[in-house]
């Protein structure tokens, strides 16, 4: 158990690095892209939005994949479908291919979030799962990190870029291929229940309806408000701050630097002071410190608001652990994959939606309003339960070791 807990926390956060590595790699390369194209902001806005509504799209496929299936082939098929539609941005012909190819790069993208969530919460015990789940999830700003880093060595050479990154994914497909197992949880389940068929009626029946819904708002507003500022930030700092293109990757990685260390940071505080507050305290936080970071004008106090702002931003961590609490192990990647998959597909709107913001009132403004929606959202997070009421796992988990959470012989 402790080496597959391992296998799964090591190789997980590797396949969600380089998801966040092809989601952050367009932000940064946005203003070249725009420039070879010849295509407005408001368009370029589209390309991210496309990515989003691919990841919404993905919160019933890659659920229902994941629930049926299993946990390993939803996860080698998602990391194989926005591997593949990522290396192909090399030989686009047009910004209406490019549309297409980021929609279905979306689809793939979002899937892992869904399946990478479900294989901690089921493989970690319940004292340890907010800082595993956490630590998976806090490989989306090492990614971003990793991003601003790959973007400096090959643009203005997007092309390119997107072709090393595609091919890359190569790495996590081997891994989970070859040293993952399939999660047991699941697979008991389903040895139990061989004809059963998971679908999204089943997070939207009855008993799972209210959270399913309170679930996927909460995400929504929350990935709205982050999709908006996180899209537009490089343009931001370039366009409002006067900063060049070296010190934004600078400015981009310390904020980056401040999220890896939030994530992991807050993923502690939430073992023991419970997810669904941790939640609240990091949505309060971004909500606090986003206008803060916008009205900046002063360069070294920019570098340093960045990080700050960026360890707030750890909700996006905790969703993982919390929400896959949320439903029973038989629709897990399903219910946890559509709050949180729907939520970035509603969040499509957003870089859309601030480019427009940005023609009337500047970027910075339109950073002050995301900070609007992360509010919104720890509203939305005081009426979700405070803890899992699912009750399925706790019959079917063994019993464990108080001291360190191991499976002993009964």
């Not at 926390?9 to 892209?33: Q, R």
């Not at 009855?206 to 982050?226: E, Q």
């Not at 029973?328 to 601030?354: I, K, Q």
Request: overall charge positive; some cysteine.
């Amino acid at each position: 158990m402790r080496r597959t807990r391992w296998i799964v926390l090591g190789g997980c956060f590797l396949a969600y690095l380089f998801d966040a590595l092809e989601i952050v790699l367009l932000s940064m390369a946005l203003p070249s892209i725009r420039k070879d194209l010849g295509i407005t902001i408001t368009q370029g806005g589209l390309l991210a939005t496309a990515t989003l509504v691919g990841i919404g799209v993905s919160s019933v496929l890659g659920g229902y994949v994941a629930d049926n299936f299993g946990r390993k082939k939803a996860l080698l098929a998602a990391l194989s479908i926005f591997g593949i539609f990522t290396a192909a941005i090399y030989v686009v012909p047009s910004y209406e291919v490019f549309l297409l190819l980021r929609f279905l790069a979306g689809i793939g993208l979002g899937a892992v979030w869904s399946v990478v969530s479900a294989y901690v919460v089921e493989t970690w015990p319940e004292k340890h799962r907010g800082r595993a789940a956490a630590f998976v999830i806090s490989a989306f700003p090492a990614g971003g990190a990793m991003a601003a880093t790959i973007s400096g060595w090959f643009l203005p050479d997007w092309r390119l870029m997107f072709l090393v990154s595609g091919c890359a994914v190569v790495l996590p497909i081997a891994i989970v291929a070859i040293f993952f197992s399939e999660s047991a949880t699941w697979a008991a389940q389903k040895a139990d229940n061989a004809d059963d068929v998971v679908s999204v009626r089943d997070v939207l029946g009855s008993s799972l309806r209210r959270r399913t819904l309170l679930g996927t708002l909460m995400a929504a507003l929350a990935l709205f408000g982050y999709w908006g500022a996180m899209t537009w930030l490089p343009t931001y700092l370039t366009t409002e701050r006067g900063l060049p293109s070296t010190s934004v990757a600078l400015f981009i990685t310390t904020l980056n630097l401040g999220m890896f260390f939030g994530y992991n940071g807050f993923g502690y505080l939430a073992d023991h002071i419970g997810r669904h507050r941790t939640i609240i305290i990091t949505l309060l936080g971004v909500t606090l410190t986003l206008p803060i970071y916008a009205l900046t004008t002063q360069e070294t106090a920019l570098l340093w608001m960045g990080p700050l702002f960026g360890a707030f931003t750890a909700f996006f961590g905790l969703f993982g652990s919390y929400l896959g609490e949320l439903f029973p192990t038989r629709a897990r990647a399903t219910g946890a994959g559509f709050c949180f998959n729907v939520g970035r597909g509603v969040s499509a709107l957003a870089p859309f939606a601030l480019a427009g913001l940005a023609a009337n009132i500047g970027f910075q403004g339109g950073l002050i309003v995301c900070a609007g929606f992360f509010g919104l959202a720890a509203v939305v997070a005081l009426f979700l339960p405070r803890g899992s009421t699912v009750t399925d796992d706790v019959v079917a988990q063994p019993v464990t070791d108080p001291r360190d959470g191991e499976p002993v012989k009964v």
